[in-house]
């Protein structure tokens, strides 16, 4: 998703400034209205890790996730927030973490506010951490946000794990066959079409296909490399625009098997946010705006930004889902049932348990079902290249037998 710097002033007339994470300079200005700054410059940002050394270390998740637990017991134990800051600053084993948490005690020092540090580092806190943080400064709930945010944290890197896992198989599988028929193209079947030269008669129609389609890999795979090359290119360069990112995300929904798993996915991502996001106090209109910084899917996030956008004409929350037409039946009712009884976040909660449950079955099955696409794929490639490379030689044979 997007990052955006921006700078504005908020309802004391202080100038704020710092980067978030938005589907477009819009969203963003509307964001910084629901938190009372009023925009006066909004651009691209540049990724906060470009800043860093090239050979520094590496920010990952489990470094957030470590953070947020940390930030709730000290917290809770009653340690000042400067202090505690202080304290993991000298206790982090990461020296670019280090900086980081330092850049936030700088902030804190100027006078603002622990949300506004963490706003200078998208790349790290997403719009939806730091929202969270700025409504556990509100409500004086800073601890346990802290802790439902390392929750967060931790449901979304097992969602990753589940997936790399599922695709592990499969992807090692069609990696070595790509392998093994680029080698044979290169460098079997031409040993091959020597032998088969000397015989001097015609040979079946599946090995003229065979040393054909070698022939043209051997002349032609410099244009090949080149084409799969900028083809790739091409591809990153696209999905990098807003309209194509979209226009992908979109069309991954639909892929088969897997768009089914991310479709789950995106849901239990939304229903968890949304209910996190109730709990903790946020406002509806406020709080879909933060839940469509969590999606990693750009449809997905654009249809809850519409969401957004009837809430604040007027819609209930269910007819808002309904015309988003993205949602199942499922979340549909449970969202018409949480608005009647005012326990949202409940059956928020109860979806994102129920579609969790999902995505692990439908993970843990995905290998059964790609398997047997694998194999007969690695069967018809072997049958061919059986038929192609030994019908000349059986051919002969029988010849040779009838003499």
């Given amino acids: ?29 509307d964001h910084l209205a629901t938190i009372g700054v009023t925009p006066v410059d909004i651009h691209p940002a540049v990724s906060a890790r470009r800043s860093l050394s090239l050979f520094a270390p ?14 709730h017991t000290l917290m809770k134990a009653g340690v000042p927030i400067l ?24 902030t804190l020092d100027r006078g603002q506010e622990l949300s506004e540090g963490l706003r200078l580092h998208p790349d790290l806190f997403s719009a939806f951490y730091v929202s969270m943080i700025r409504v556990g400064e509100m409500t004086g ?13 931790e449901f979304e890197k097992n969602m990753r794990e589940q997936v790399r896992a599922a695709i592990r198989y499969p992807a090692f599988v069609l990696f070595a066959m790509t ?41 032609w795979w410099p244009l090949l490399l080149s084409l799969i090359a900028g083809s790739a290119l091409f591809f990153r360069s696209w999905i990098s625009t807003s309209g194509g990112k979209y226009q992908w995300d979109a069309l991954k929904l639909r892929l088969p098997l897997a768009g089914t798993i991310l479709f789950k996915i995106s849901l239990a991502k939304f229903s968890r946010s949304f209910a996190l996001a109730s709990r903790s106090g946020v406002p509806v209109v406020e709080g879909f705006a933060a839940v469509a910084q969590v999606l990693d899917n750009d449809f997905m996030s654009r249809r809850v930004i519409g969401m957004r956008e009837r809430l604040q004409r007027g819609e209930s929350i269910s007819r808002a889902a309904t015309e988003a037409g993205v949602f199942t039946p499922i979340v549909l009712q449970m969202i018409t ?16 348990e ?20 694998l194999i007969l794929g690695l069967a018809v490639l072997v049958l061919i290249l059986a038929l192609g490379v030994f019908l000349p030689i059986w051919d002969l044979g029988r010849v040779m037998l009838h003499r």
């Fill in 1 to 29: 998703m997007p990052r955006f710097s921006y700078k504005g002033r908020n309802a004391q007339g202080v100038q704020v400034e710092g980067a978030i994470e938005s589907v477009s300079a819009d969203a963003v200005a």
């Fill in 58 to 71: 590496r920010i990952g998740p489990d470094d957030i996730m470590l953070f947020s637990r940390q930030m």
């Fill in 83 to 106: 202090q505690a800051l202080t304290g993991l600053q000298q206790s982090t084993g990461n020296s670019s973490f280090a900086r980081v948490i330092g850049e936030i005690r700088e």
């Fill in 141 to 153: 709930m800073l601890d346990e946000i802290f802790l439902r945010m390392f929750h967060q944290l």
């Fill in 179 to 219: 392998i093994a028929v680029a080698i044979i193209n290169l460098f079997v079947i031409p040993s091959f079409a020597k032998v088969y030269a000397g015989f001097r008669v015609e040979l079946p129609l599946m090995t003229r296909i065979l040393i054909g389609v070698s022939n043209f890999f051997v002349t």
């Fill in 337 to 352: 049932v949480g608005e009647e009884t005012g326990e949202l976040d409940t059956m928020m909660q109860e979806v994102a």
């Fill in 354 to 373: 129920f579609y969790e449950r999902e995505i692990d079955f439908a993970l843990k099955s995905l290998s059964e079902k790609i398997e047997p696409i």
